[in-house]
């Protein structure tokens, strides 16, 4: 038998001791479970949260990067919508003067089918001056578009310049369907076709630029993937771990206190032999 004491419960100390240790790793695995996440505070892991912290402002900026090139496709889906409306508006000018390049034709009847083709003109200036995306025109325009992972050597501008849109740049400002003969419509429909190829020509440089941009978003988006997927495996809870730690340590805690009362009660056996 031990020496009895009552200076101190040495066995007592000892199991609140454990049960206090027990008791804060019980507190940590819940907080753990109840928020997913492994790294609660800062000591739970400080390498691992600076690391964590650092790839979360990555995902921040490359998800915005997403955004930034998907607004800029978006822009250039307005010019390349403003477009198609113009080659409507060439090829009817192309009947136009077809019909305007007929010899049986009277010259006043030409005049009719120029004066359609002059507000045809005017609508093509209309389209180049008021096409618009946030505020901003358009066409005769530099769209800048700011990619990053957050980082400086990760940045990079992508600068697609669209055309201006104009009778004057078209090459038609001077082109008319009228005349005594069909001769200046037949010159007309040459200059109308080589406006049609002009506009054919800038839908295809904005097509590229639109699946260039297209080809870094799904870039960006699959840097998001596996960026939040390295944050993932540092932040992240291992539930199952987690859960094992959890029934260890509630069983540990009962035991503490079970050994703590039966230090207690131990102390109890001291005042049998003062009784006598």
Sequence with gaps: MGIFSILNNIPGQFAQNNLLISNQQLQKTLY????????????????GLNLADGLKANITALTQSVRNANDGVGALQVADGALAQVT????????????ASNGILSPTQRLALDSEFTQIKAEIDRIGSLTQFNGGGIFNSTISLYLTDGTSSGAS?????????????????????????????????????????????YRGAIGASINRLTA???????????????EDGIRAADIAQEVSTMTRLTVLNQTGIAALQQSNQRMQSILALLRG
């Design 32 to 47: 753990r479970l109840s928020s997913g996440s492994r790294i609660t505070n800062g000591g739970d892991d400080p390498g």
């Design 157 to 201: 501008t992508i600068a697609v310049n669209v055309s201006s849109l104009s009778q004057v740049g078209l090459l038609i400002n001077n082109v008319v369907l009228s005349g005594s003969n069909g001769q200046l419509a037949q010159n007309a429909l040459a200059s109308i076709s080589a406006a049609v190829s002009t506009v054919a020509s």
């Design 216 to 230: 870094a978003s799904n870039i960006l988006n699959a840097q998001v993937q596996n960026t939040t997927a390295s």
């Design 88 to 99: 409507n508006l060439l090829t009817r000018a192309v009947t136009l003067a077809t019909e």
